[in-house]
């Protein structure tokens, strides 16, 4: 009997995928096509540098690599090795990645040829070896540092912060993914087809772009424009033109820079038959730009990491309720709880509670934060939702205070806890400011040390050397106390109301 495609290893499926169509068009990258063959070649030379390194079942490596082919062959090669990888955000550089790097327990490190020589630093320190990739050409010699080994399940772990400041990391497994890529098909009727171009520009260390922009076509023989970073705009609408893309996997951010750029020029694209946007909570009023510029709107959707990533999003134009994430995938089951964990009505505001086969089983080496979300085989979501007669979810709130900006989860302990470390600061509480193009952006709100003093800038300027870009406050305001409950907790939702006037 023929194995359940949904039950194959993410690197068979990489071979079931194209057979019989091994020689046809997969990757669109610098404005060439790369055949499945050209880039199976690339994925075998891979796996041969790392076999003779000694990567052993169970082991990781972590990439801080920009979307390229080489990313593709290296996730084929030690998938096949019975390994996982761990994409991290190349633009937080290895250092400030340090803590996360240690906890996920790697051995290797994958960052950008040009970059090497920056990371030697870090690898004296950890002793784990860091190694430079091109995007195309073969890998040097690589070494490995022994042990870490985990199960060979394990696929990717994507890597954020915990509520407490502290990385936390998502394991993935083959399961959870093939799935997750599977029950995306029937949710939207000619996403994957054969004349389907999908935009794989969205950074590969978020889970929605890797799995919905990345492995959803190539792991069903669909093909993809590959695009580094979708900054400047005009590559990324070169991208779209020159390989004829037709669905586009987004957060809001992106879209908006693809919508501006073209009303700049006042340029309409044809051809577009899906643009499917989630990450965020999408303005409505980009969808009617959307139609205007694209030719089509806006399908919404919602995922979070721990589900691998999506859960629901619109099927179809003609289907689609506008403010919504859409339906639940078929093959998750919901549950909606208040804020105690007690079983509410389908129907009633309440928090989100998944369970299936694409939801990990908790977080890595994380045994107080997976017992705090994972209970009895169900997930919490920790948002507020509610769902109608026809199963749409409508995302009403938050349940953690997360900001959001461009599709990225910020943890405001996480860029308190960097405050805090200026010599100036006593205190430092970060909240989420709306913003039209990002979404939300960060504020934060400072109590300076008695004497001490500090400006904005000075502030900023310290965060940028110690935080990922999409982290650093893009405002800050200097207060001497805090808005508080009767019970001493400080009113975050106070202090969102105040403007900081630059």
């Given at each position: 009997m023929t194995p359940n495609v949904t039950e194959k290893r993410l690197?068979?499926?990489?071979?079931?995928?194209?057979?019989?169509?091994?020689?046809?068009?997969?990757?669109?990258?610098?404005?060439?096509?790369?055949?499945?063959?050209?880039?199976?070649?690339?994925?075998?030379?891979?796996?041969?540098?790392?076999?003779?390194?000694?990567?052993?079942?169970?082991?990781?490596?972590?990439?801080?690599?920009?979307?390229?082919?080489?990313?593709?062959?290296?996730?084929?090669?030690?998938?096949?090795?019975?390994?996982?990888?761990?994409?991290?955000?190349?633009?937080?550089?290895?250092?400030?990645?340090?803590?996360?790097?240690?906890?996920?327990?790697?051995?290797?490190?994958?960052?950008?040829?040009?970059?090497?020589?920056a990371s030697?630093?870090?690898?004296?320190?950890?002793?784990?070896?860091?190694?430079?990739?091109?995007?195309?050409?073969?890998?040097?010699?690589?070494?490995?540092?022994?042990?870490?080994?985990?199960?060979?399940?394990?696929?990717?772990?994507?890597?954020?912060?915990?509520?407490?400041?502290?990385?936390?990391?998502?394991?993935?497994?083959?399961?959870?993914?093939?799935?997750?890529?599977?029950?995306?098909?029937?949710?939207?009727?000619?996403?994957?087809?054969?004349?389907?171009?999908?935009?794989?520009?969205?950074?590969?260390?978020?889970?929605?772009?890797f799995t919905a922009a990345g492995l959803l076509p190539i792991m069903n023989g669909v093909r993809q424009a590959v695009v580094p970073t979708f900054v400047p705009v005009d590559n990324t609408i070169t991208a779209i033109k020159g390989a004829g893309v037709n669905a586009i996997i987004a957060v809001p951010t992106l879209l908006a820079f693809i919508l501006g750029a073209l009303a700049k020029k006042n340029e309409i694209l044809s051809g577009m038959k899906f643009v499917i946007c989630g990450g965020d909570k999408l303005n409505p009023d980009m969808d009617a730009r959307c139609q205007k510029y694209l030719g089509i709107g806006i399908l919404e959707g919602y995922g979070l990491t721990e589900c691998s990533p999506v859960?629901?999003?619109?099927?179809?134009?003609?289907?689609?309720?506008?403010?919504?994430?859409?339906p639940k995938f078929n093959a998750l089951e919901t549950q909606i709880r208040d804020r105690e964990g007690r079983l509410i009505d389908l129907h009633e505001e309440g928090v989100l509670w998944l369970k299936g086969a694409s939801v990990v089983d908790g977080y890595f080496r994380d045994e107080e934060n997976t017992a705090e979300r994972f209970k009895g085989g169900w997930f919490n979501t920790g948002d507020v939702v509610r769902i109608d007669d026809d199963g749409y979810i409508r995302i009403v709130d938050r349940a953690t205070d997360i900001i959001i900006v461009s599709g990225f989860n910020v943890y405001p302990q996480e860029v308190e806890a960097t405050l805090r470390k200026h010599p100036a600061v006593k205190a430092a509480v970060a909240v989420g400011e709306k913003n039209n193009v990002a979404g939300e952006l960060v504020k934060a709100f400072i109590i300076l040390e008695d004497g001490r003093t500090a400006t904005p800038k000075e502030l900023m300027d310290y965060c940028k050397e110690h935080l990922a870009h999409y982290k650093v406050p893009r405002k800050i305001g200097f207060v001497t106390e805090y808005p508080l409950s009767p019970a001493g907790k400080i009113l975050r939702r106070e202090l969102r109301k105040i403007k900081i006037t630059k």
């Amino acid at each position: 009997m023929t194995p359940n495609v949904t039950e194959k290893r993410l690197d068979e499926r990489f071979v079931h995928a194209w057979k019989g169509k091994e020689d046809e068009d997969c990757l669109w990258w610098q404005g060439e096509w790369w055949s499945w063959n050209r880039l199976n070649v690339l994925a075998d030379d891979c796996e041969e540098k790392l076999r003779d390194a000694g990567l052993e079942r169970g082991q990781r490596i972590a990439l801080l690599l920009p979307n390229s082919p080489m990313v593709f062959a290296i996730c084929v090669a030690v998938w096949r090795l019975g390994a996982a990888v761990a994409p991290l955000n190349a633009r937080a550089g290895v250092f400030n990645l340090l803590s996360t790097i240690k906890m996920l327990d790697v051995n290797a490190v994958f960052v950008p040829q040009e970059k090497l020589g920056a990371s030697s630093e870090m690898e004296k320190e950890s002793g784990i070896p860091v190694l430079g990739a091109d995007t195309v050409t073969p890998l040097n010699k690589c070494r490995m540092r022994q042990g870490g080994i985990e199960s060979n399940d394990i696929a990717v772990i994507f890597s954020t912060s915990g509520t407490s400041g502290n990385p936390k990391a998502v394991p993935c497994t083959h399961k959870n993914l093939t799935t997750n890529v599977d029950d995306c098909i029937p949710a939207a009727k000619g996403l994957v087809s054969d004349d389907s171009v999908f935009l794989n520009v969205l950074p590969n260390f978020h889970a929605f772009g890797f799995t919905a922009a990345g492995l959803l076509p190539i792991m069903n023989g669909v093909r993809q424009a590959v695009v580094p970073t979708f900054v400047p705009v005009d590559n990324t609408i070169t991208a779209i033109k020159g390989a004829g893309v037709n669905a586009i996997i987004a957060v809001p951010t992106l879209l908006a820079f693809i919508l501006g750029a073209l009303a700049k020029k006042n340029e309409i694209l044809s051809g577009m038959k899906f643009v499917i946007c989630g990450g965020d909570k999408l303005n409505p009023d980009m969808d009617a730009r959307c139609q205007k510029y694209l030719g089509i709107g806006i399908l919404e959707g919602y995922g979070l990491t721990e589900c691998s990533p999506v859960v629901a999003f619109n099927p179809s134009m003609k289907r689609r309720k506008l403010g919504t994430v859409g339906p639940k995938f078929n093959a998750l089951e919901t549950q909606i709880r208040d804020r105690e964990g007690r079983l509410i009505d389908l129907h009633e505001e309440g928090v989100l509670w998944l369970k299936g086969a694409s939801v990990v089983d908790g977080y890595f080496r994380d045994e107080e934060n997976t017992a705090e979300r994972f209970k009895g085989g169900w997930f919490n979501t920790g948002d507020v939702v509610r769902i109608d007669d026809d199963g749409y979810i409508r995302i009403v709130d938050r349940a953690t205070d997360i900001i959001i900006v461009s599709g990225f989860n910020v943890y405001p302990q996480e860029v308190e806890a960097t405050l805090r470390k200026h010599p100036a600061v006593k205190a430092a509480v970060a909240v989420g400011e709306k913003n039209n193009v990002a979404g939300e952006l960060v504020k934060a709100f400072i109590i300076l040390e008695d004497g001490r003093t500090a400006t904005p800038k000075e502030l900023m300027d310290y965060c940028k050397e110690h935080l990922a870009h999409y982290k650093v406050p893009r405002k800050i305001g200097f207060v001497t106390e805090y808005p508080l409950s009767p019970a001493g907790k400080i009113l975050r939702r106070e202090l969102r109301k105040i403007k900081i006037t630059k």
